[in-house]
T-cell receptor, first 114, second 114 residues
Framework: EAGVVQSPRYKIIEKKQPVAFWCNPISGHNTLYWYRQNLGQGPELLIRYENEEAVDDSQLPKDRFSAERLKGVDSTLKIQPAELGDSAVYLC????????????FGPGTRLTVT | GQQLNQSPQSMFIQEGEDVSMNCTSSSIFNTWLWYKQDPGEGPVLLIALYKAGELTSNGRLTAQFGITRKDSFLNISASIPSDVGIYFCAGQPKRLQGAQKLVFGQGTRLTINP
């Protein structure tokens, strides 16, 4: 069974440019999470989807970040415009719902903003 | 911000040695999880703990959910080179019960000298 797929794996952009990350969760997983992981830190939740509904976006910086999961399957996270402090690894995870322990993480997208 | 204090931040050990790391918080947690993250990959779940006092093993790994529900530890016995990586604790705070939200520690970086 395929795991969580993310693309691109790496992205280097200049500040003020837009960037988008894509995530395809494990088939059948209705819950999807986007995390940001700063260097030397653990992941921090940005947004959680139950099917196509964003049920927790309290940690998403809404002035520049947006996310969508239109058909309740794959998802896109966008930053516009990017700032230097956005450099981090952006992780996507998915679960079948229920226990928080059943989250499976993708490999992440490493973003470098110059 | 982070609510879990994970220690030590890094460990340098000889192959074959036992390893111990822990996670503490001022808040009560309902669930404790331990993950391992390899370079360029997302975290992979090692052990999940759901009850105070619970002691669970997964091969050479053993983890316990503290009686006070404010701490957890992870032990690795007879370390081998593939144990190298970053270990994260994560928990679901009691006050966020039902929120399906995890808080991660800062990680313990394990290095093994052959």
């Amino acid at each position: 069974e395929a795991g969580v797929v993310q693309s691109p794996r790496y992205k280097i952009i200049e500040k003020k440019q837009p960037v988008a990350f894509w995530c395809n969760p494990i088939s059948g997983h209705n819950t999807l999470y986007w995390y940001r992981q700063n260097l030397g830190q653990g992941p921090e939740l940005l947004i959680r989807y139950e099917n196509e509904e964003a049920v927790d976006d309290s940690q998403l910086p809404k002035d520049r970040f947006s996310a969508e999961r239109l058909k309740g399957v794959d998802s896109t996270l966008k930053i516009q415009p990017a700032e230097l402090g956005d450099s981090a690894v952006y992780l996507c995870a998915s679960s079948l719902g229920g226990s928080v322990a059943e989250q499976y993480f993708g490999p992440g997208t490493r973003l470098t903003v110059t | 911000g982070q609510q879990l204090n994970q220690s030590p931040q890094s460990m340098f050990i000889q192959e074959g040695e036992d390893v111990s790391m822990n996670c503490t918080s001022s808040s009560i947690f309902n669930t404790w999880l331990w993950y391992k993250q390899d370079p360029g990959e997302g975290p992979v779940l090692l052990i999940a703990l759901y009850k105070a006092g619970e002691l669970t093993s997964n091969g050479r790994l053993t983890a316990q959910f503290g009686i006070t529900r404010k701490d957890s530890f992870l032990n690795i016995s007879a370390s081998i080179p593939s144990d190298v990586g970053i270990y994260f604790c994560a928990g679901q705070p009691k006050r966020l019960q039902g929120a399906q939200k995890l808080v991660f520690g800062q990680g313990t970086r394990l290095t093994i000298n052959p």
